[in-house]
């Protein structure tokens, strides 16, 4: 097989912080709509935040048309990027912690992140502001008012020196800010709080005191020897993750109210159909990112039956404040595809007409999506340079039914789940026989796990927010997956009012386990490794596995390290750091079931998921679920 790379070989935008060939002309009149309504909003003198919903098939261009929003606006606006979340009591934690990754995305032809962009020029137009309505400036206020007027960025260039004159200016930016922010806004809730810790993440040029930083910008508890290197004080162990997001969310708005209008997009939201409660409270989470987030264009990208579904779901006043603006997002015509698959074939120095017969490229370009195109014009590219056989060009009617058939089943399972029915273990010969056929299905889910892993790898020494709610919620999304045909029961165990690591008790006809996560630190970590290793000793018939990612801290304190051995003693207790495999093929799983669900990859949930446990069988996930057989 030869290594000579298909120009069709990647078709799929997985974050609008990706690059891949833009042919302007496609959904160029829906990109210049969405400019002006930023252009509405910073000229608003009210600031209000508005809503458009982007509506289009799977595979037609949604996440590309953000893409292309992030390539060319980047330099002005920022751009955040909010995936589906996962748990219900954790929404807006989820979308702040999203956020959070998207402001460390560096700005093209630049040294600088989105959060680096946006906190230089906020802070130097409050501080230039305040400063030209002062007469009889001293001379550190003089060169202070002189060296941000010069450029915003030199609040790092210049004022990022570790010397006794550049203490000071800085001592006197958290000065002037912090009474700004009272004046303008008070000093109630968490907001004042915050806006001293982005002017500790400005003033500091240590990477590691800026990761400590923006760990403790996102609500975490720090140690105290991490607390002491960035001057900072802990968060109280009662925090309101919720409204200490929706807070933290408003603060950068507020900001921006200094710089340019926030782009907060929305997207791969296909799941939520699953989950009732999940999506009420992402309902009510985006009416309230609305009422307390200016300054904001807020997109949310969808298919046309999810949009109808969720608009006779959520209250309308939500939606009202959603859909201000309908994008739809029609199938290009086929002169315009053409151009773009002519696009990714000049990239390598091709040309289509040279590449495909006319009849080839006529079966590439009568495809329904531009994703279908680039896939079929890969499935040619691979056939004519590799010899590998061609997927079947069309479906019979009998397996378009078929197919809407099991569609059907699977979501009679779903239902049957939800309302606690027995779900049948035993499936019909016929339906057993297509599951496990073998067929293209197999290497269609071994090339996906190979080609996400790799992205999964790139990935993991970013700077991310790792959530034990998070996490929990990848197991739950997973154990329903596994649910529609396997026997499995799911639940919390609970200890009086006392808090708990986040976790999930699954129960399978041979064992039950209970999964958990507790990434926090501090005195957070200890007491709730105590209330734990209290249900462990309850409850000798469960095994109790609990999660920590390698790359959080390594717990040093003696309590902690005293309930991490007493955890590891119990005949039916580990305690496991989660190195880079388990990481990656956790994330694997998870991935699969979301991109399924969210058709960016065409296959039978049901088939892709007993195709996994034979690929991965060593997975600590996988094993579990193997076990309900």
Same mark, same amino acid.
């Given at each position: 097989?030869?290594?000579?790379?298909?120009?069709?070989?990647?078709?799929?935008?997985?974050?609008?912080?990706?690059?891949?060939?833009?042919?302007?002309?496609?959904?160029?009149?829906?990109?210049?709509?969405?400019?002006?309504?930023?252009?509405?909003?910073?000229?608003?003198?009210?600031?209000?935040?508005?809503?458009?919903?982007?509506?289009?098939?799977?595979?037609?261009?949604?996440?590309?048309?953000?893409?292309?929003?992030?390539?060319?606006?980047?330099?002005?606006?920022?751009?955040?990027?909010?995936?589906?979340?996962?748990?219900?009591?954790?929404?807006?934690?989820?979308?702040?912690?999203?956020?959070?990754?998207?402001?460390?995305?560096?700005?093209?032809?630049?040294?600088?992140?989105?959060?680096?962009?946006?906190?230089?020029?906020?802070?130097?137009?409050?501080?230039?502001?305040? !400063? $030209?309505?002062?007469?009889? +400036?001293? %001379? #550190?206020? *003089? @060169?202070?008012? =002189?060296?941000?007027?010069?450029?915003? !960025? $030199?609040?790092?260039?210049? +004022?990022? %020196? #570790?010397? *006794? @004159?550049?203490? =000071?200016?800085?001592?006197?930016?958290?000065?002037?800010?912090?009474?700004?922010?009272?004046?303008?806004?008070?000093?109630?809730?968490?907001?004042?709080?915050?806006?001293?810790?982005?002017?500790?993440?400005?003033?500091?040029?240590?990477?590691?005191?800026?990761?400590?930083?923006?760990?403790?910008?996102?609500?975490?508890?720090?140690?105290?020897?991490?607390?002491?290197?960035?001057?900072?004080?802990?968060?109280?162990?009662?925090?309101?993750?919720?409204?200490?997001?929706?807070?933290?969310?408003?603060?950068?708005?507020?900001?921006?109210?200094?710089?340019?209008?926030?782009?907060?997009?929305?997207?791969?939201?296909?799941?939520?159909?699953?989950?009732?409660?999940?999506?009420?409270?992402?309902?009510?989470?985006?009416?309230?990112?609305?009422?307390?987030?200016?300054?904001?264009?807020?997109?949310?990208?969808?298919?046309?039956?999810?949009?109808?579904?969720?608009?006779?779901?959520?209250?309308?006043?939500?939606?009202?404040?959603?859909?201000?603006?309908?994008?739809?997002?029609?199938?290009?015509?086929?002169?315009?595809?053409?151009?773009?698959?002519?696009?990714?074939?000049?990239?390598?120095?091709?040309?289509?007409?040279?590449?495909?017969?006319?009849?080839?490229?006529?079966?590439?370009?009568?495809?329904?999506?531009?994703?279908?195109?680039?896939?079929?014009?890969?499935?040619?590219?691979?056939?004519?340079?590799?010899?590998?056989?061609?997927?079947?060009?069309?479906?019979?009617?009998?397996?378009?039914?078929?197919?809407?058939?099991?569609?059907?089943?699977?979501?009679?399972?779903?239902?049957?789940?939800?309302?606690?029915?027995?779900?049948?273990?035993?499936?019909?010969?016929?339906?057993?026989?297509?599951?496990?056929?073998?067929?293209?299905?197999?290497?269609?889910?071994?090339?996906?796990?190979?080609?996400?892993?790799?992205?999964?790898?790139?990935?993991?020494?970013?700077?991310?927010?790792?959530?034990?709610?998070?996490?929990?919620?990848?197991?739950?999304?997973?154990?329903?997956?596994?649910?529609?045909?396997?026997?499995?029961?799911?639940?919390?165990?609970?200890?009086?009012?006392?808090?708990?690591?986040?976790?999930?008790?699954?129960?399978?006809?041979?064992?039950?386990?209970?999964?958990?996560?507790?990434?926090?630190?501090?005195?957070?970590?200890?007491?709730?490794?105590?209330?734990?290793?209290?249900?462990?000793?309850?409850?000798?018939?469960?095994?109790?596995?609990?999660?920590?990612?390698?790359?959080?801290?390594?717990?040093?304190?003696?309590?902690?390290?005293?309930?991490?051995?007493?955890?590891?003693?119990?005949?039916?207790?580990?305690?496991?750091?989660?190195?880079?495999?388990?990481?990656?093929?956790?994330?694997?799983?998870?991935?699969?079931?979301?991109?399924?669900?969210?058709?960016?990859?065409?296959?039978?949930?049901?088939?892709?998921?007993?195709?996994?446990?034979?690929?991965?069988?060593?997975?600590?996930?996988?094993?579990?679920?193997?076990?309900?057989?």
């Amino acid at each position: 097989m030869t290594d000579k790379p298909n120009p069709f070989g990647t078709c799929r935008v997985d974050t609008p912080f990706q690059n891949h060939a833009d042919l302007k002309e496609i959904y160029q009149d829906e990109f210049e709509i969405l400019k002006s309504i930023l252009t509405d909003i910073k000229h608003d003198p009210n600031s209000q935040s508005k809503g458009a919903v982007v509506i289009g098939e799977a595979g037609c261009g949604k996440t590309h048309l953000m893409m292309r929003l992030a390539k060319e606006l980047l330099n002005n606006n920022r751009l955040l990027f909010i995936r589906q979340p996962n748990n219900p009591n954790a929404v807006l934690f989820h979308i702040y912690s999203r956020i959070l990754e998207s402001f460390v995305e560096m700005i093209p032809n630049s040294h600088y992140s989105q959060l680096e962009y946006l906190l230089a020029h906020s802070f130097s137009k409050i501080i230039i502001e305040i !400063l $030209n309505k002062k007469d009889n +400036l001293t %001379k #550190n206020r *003089e @060169n202070l008012l =002189k060296t941000l007027s010069s450029d915003p !960025l $030199n609040i790092y260039k210049v +004022l990022g %020196k #570790n010397t *006794e @004159n550049k203490r =000071k200016s800085w001592q006197l930016i958290e000065k002037l800010t912090l009474d700004w922010w009272a004046n303008t806004y008070g000093f109630g809730g968490y907001s004042a709080s915050i806006i001293k810790g982005l002017i500790k993440f400005c003033s500091y040029s240590d990477p590691r005191k800026r990761e400590l930083v923006r760990k403790w910008l996102s609500g975490n508890q720090l140690e105290a020897s991490e607390l002491d290197n960035i001057k900072l004080d802990n968060w109280s162990e009662e925090i309101s993750q919720e409204e200490f997001s929706l807070e933290a969310i408003a603060v950068f708005a507020k900001l921006s109210l200094a710089d340019e209008p926030l782009i907060i997009i929305f997207d791969q939201l296909e799941g939520l159909k699953y989950h009732e409660q999940l999506l009420l409270r992402f309902g009510e989470a985006v009416k309230e990112v609305f009422t307390h987030v200016p300054n904001s264009l807020i997109i949310i990208n969808l298919f046309p039956d999810r949009w109808e579904q969720m608009k006779t779901f959520l209250d309308n006043a939500i939606v009202d404040r959603i859909s201000q603006y309908e994008l739809i997002l029609n199938r290009p015509t086929n002169d315009k595809l053409k151009r773009l698959l002519a696009l990714k074939a000049q990239a390598y120095d091709l040309e289509i007409d040279k590449l495909f017969k006319p009849k080839e490229l006529k079966v590439i370009l009568n495809q329904n999506s531009i994703r279908r195109v680039l896939n079929w014009a890969s499935h040619y590219y691979r056939h004519q340079v590799d010899g590998i056989p061609l997927p079947h060009k069309t479906r019979s009617f009998e397996e378009e039914v078929r197919e809407e058939f099991q569609t059907l089943k699977d979501e009679i399972a779903w239902l049957k789940q939800q309302i606690k029915a027995p779900v049948p273990v035993q499936q019909d010969k016929a339906i057993e026989d297509r599951l496990i056929t073998p067929s293209n299905d197999e290497q269609l889910v071994r090339d996906y796990l190979n080609q996400q892993k790799a992205l999964l790898e790139q990935e993991y020494h970013k700077n991310v927010i790792i959530s034990d709610f998070d996490d929990i919620g990848k197991v739950i999304t997973t154990a329903e997956a596994f649910k529609t045909f396997k026997p499995l029961e799911t639940d919390c165990l609970r200890l009086g009012k006392r808090k708990l690591p986040e976790h999930l008790l699954i129960k399978t006809q041979k064992q039950s386990f209970v999964i958990g996560f507790l990434h926090v630190s501090g005195s957070n970590f200890s007491s709730r490794l105590k209330n734990f290793n209290q249900l462990v000793v309850n409850h000798k018939d469960i095994r109790f596995v609990l999660f920590r990612d390698v790359r959080e801290t390594t717990i040093s304190g003696k309590v902690g390290k005293e309930e991490i051995e007493k955890l590891n003693n119990a005949s039916n207790g580990r305690f496991i750091y989660m190195e880079k495999e388990d990481r990656l093929s956790f994330e694997l799983i998870y991935k699969l079931i979301v991109d399924i669900q969210n058709q960016d990859l065409e296959i039978d949930l049901q088939k892709a998921l007993i195709t996994l446990e034979n690929i991965m069988s060593d997975s600590w996930l996988i094993k579990i679920f193997k076990g309900a057989e």
